[in-house]
């Protein structure tokens, strides 16, 4: 079983910086796409980016501002996010599959979420 377990979120102003972090346990993320969504109050969860090894892709909306990467031993996964913008607000949310894709359905294990709040 698979679990996964972000943290990091907080109230930050409007651009400032902030790292999140998405820690696995009974796995490690070789081998899968680390992807990172996130959901506004009244919104569809939305997709922000994704890491498969060493390579990354990002959504038009973060790109240039937000940084995917892992730690060396695979367990931890970071979005390092910079100027930061009050519509960056949402519950942020860290996802493995196997699958290079945006769409939700192509993960297949979540963590609970984490809140930005990014004041103007």
């Known amino acids: 079983q698979v679990q996964l377990v972000e943290s990091g979120g907080g109230l930050v102003q409007a651009g400032g910086s902030l790292r999140l972090t998405c820690a696995a346990s009974?796995?490690?993320?070789?081998?899968?796409?680390t992807g990172w969504f996130r959901q506004a109050p009244g919104k569809e969860r939305e997709f922000v980016g994704l890491?498969?090894?060493?390579?990354?892709h990002y959504s038009a909306s973060v790109k240039g501002r937000f940084t995917l990467s892992r730690d060396s031993a695979q367990k931890t996964a970071f979005l390092q996010m910079s100027s930061l913008k009050p519509e960056d607000t949402a519950v942020y949310y860290c996802?493995?599959?196997?699958?290079?894709?945006?769409?939700?359905?192509?993960?297949?294990?979540w963590g609970q979420g984490t809140q930005v709040t990014v004041s103007s």
């Open positions: 996802a493995i599959g196997i699958k290079l894709a945006e769409t939700e359905s192509s993960y297949d294990y």
């Open positions: 009974g796995r490690t993320f070789n081998s899968y796409v």
């Open positions: 890491q498969y090894s060493v390579s990354t």
